[in-house]
């Protein structure tokens, strides 16, 4: 018979948080790299829209822009 495995503290806070994260979806992410491109509000303004952390969004922002150098310079 299995003991059951003792968890500490923060390892449940942990865990909470893993499965309470939000997932966005591509199409969500790339409306948000948009609507920054438009400078119609800061990026601090954007991402506590949305509650998303500064480094996530330029995260997404950096991953946006690659993709797009790659796909420009496919098409040459």
Known sequence: MKTPKKQTAENYIKEIRRNTRRIFSSEQKIQIVMEALRAEMSVAELCRKYSIHES???????????AGK???S???
């Not at 996530?56 to 690659?66: A, D, I, R, S, V």
């Open 74 to 76: 496919v098409i040459q």
């Open 56 to 66: 996530q969004f330029y995260k997404w922002n950096k991953e946006f822009l690659e």
């Open 70 to 72: 790659k796909r420009l």
